[in-house]
């Protein structure tokens, strides 16, 4: 939707920006840029989603003091190629990082969306395995559901909590559902944030897009927004609904969302308290 607006660009999911100086970063979070760091954001394995060429790296990296600098300079110029003078970044796993990103760019304003934590588990059991998003932790071959519940308020929770320390001006956190059913209506609020003019071309980024071809998803289909494309209360065994809220109740609740609230069984108590002490566990190690 933002990427269609006609003065911004947004790159997808391209996780440079901390993962490829992730080992600098823990040291210094103002580095200067040196060789290396220009070679790893580089040879970074998502870093081709920027659409940048290695002269584009080169002009970017030219008399760059700072890892910032040299990052705004690649975003820049992403966005003179685009024909656009604003740029930005799609990368989820950001919410966890934005007081690190905050302070490397702090002018930055970031746009948190945040969706029922029970859909996004039934989501997430879908395209997670031993290599991506919650099946890379040891409790997923265990129990997926509760590791999705683990993952969520981890990462859903670390987003709200330090959005809200930055305030209003830099954060702005949006509901996926309301997004959907009203996209016109939030994308309006969203542009006022950004300091952008609302353009109807957010709304109708599918416009000339869509493709009809059987088995693709929503999203590989280009499809407008689609409400309740998952539904928790139908889709999700009432036995893990009652786990996920086991885990993560209290951050749905302060989240806007409802909680069941039935009360749990022996199997699901079990299924909480293990999930909580490998949680406890992990965090301590």
Known sequence: MLDNHPQLTIANDTHFITRAAKRVLRK????LLTPELVAAVQSYRRFY???LDENDVKLAAENCLTYAEFTSRLYAL?????????????????????????????KTR???IIRDGRDTALSALNW???????????????????TCALWWRWQ????ERDGQRLGSSFYHRVKYEELV??????????????GIPYSESMANYHAGKTRHEAGLSA???WLPPVKNLRDWRTDMPSEDIDVFEGIAGVLLGESGYSCRGKQSSATVKARVSRGLAWWDSESKS
């Open 219 to 221: 999203k590989s289909a």
């Open 181 to 194: 059913a009203e996209p016109e209506k939030e994308l309006e609020t969203i542009a006022a944030f950004l």
């Open 110 to 112: 970031f746009v948190h």
């Open 28 to 31: 210094d979070p103002q580095p």
């Open 49 to 51: 989603r920027m659409g």
């Open 78 to 106: 992403r966005g003179q190629k685009k024909g656009k003078k604003l740029s930005g970044e799609k990368t989820p796993d950001y919410c966890r990082k934005m007081p690190l990103l905050h302070g490397l760019f702090p």
């Open 128 to 146: 997670a395995n031993e290599s991506k998003g919650p099946g890379r932790w040891s409790l997923w071959n265990e129990d997926p559901l509760a």
């Open 156 to 159: 859903a929770g670390m987003g």
